[in-house]
């Protein structure tokens, strides 16, 4: 039964795909926001080129609380959507491990579930 119950546990985690996670801190978000500056950011560099490479991929975006994380989080999603990323592939909640930075998991699509390139179930058409 122990056998059974682990090769089921093993069988289930490799399906599971782990969130790539990065950091933004506060310190790199406190230089005055262009197009360029933000480009640079090495969280956000590294998030535009896995999004790019699976479209479907969805944001979390873990915040500190309080008004000042708030803020800090509902800028960072204006500025991921003014550079091509859906509104609808970004979630976000409070929770940073820490007080000064934002953490934001990337999770993948679920192979086979989303179309290529959309954040939508891909629906069977009946043929006739």
Request: neutral net charge; aromatic residues 4%; proline residues 6%.
């Amino acid at each position: 039964m122990k056998i059974l119950l682990s090769i089921i546990c093993m069988v289930l985690s490799a399906g599971v795909m782990a969130a790539d996670s990065y950091v933004l801190t506060q310190e790199q978000w406190s230089v005055p926001r262009r197009v360029e500056t933000v480009l640079q950011m090495p969280a956000i560099k590294q998030i535009l080129t896995v999004v790019d490479k699976a479209p479907a991929s969805r944001l979390r975006i873990l915040y500190p609380g309080g008004d000042e994380g708030t803020l800090w989080a509902h800028e960072l999603k204006a500025w991921l959507v003014s550079l091509g990323i859906s509104s609808r592939q970004i979630e976000l909640r409070p929770g940073s491990a820490e007080s000064a930075a934002i953490e934001i998991q990337v999770e993948p699509p679920i192979s086979g579930m989303i179309k290529q390139g959309t954040d939508i179930p891909e629906q069977k058409v009946k043929q006739e």
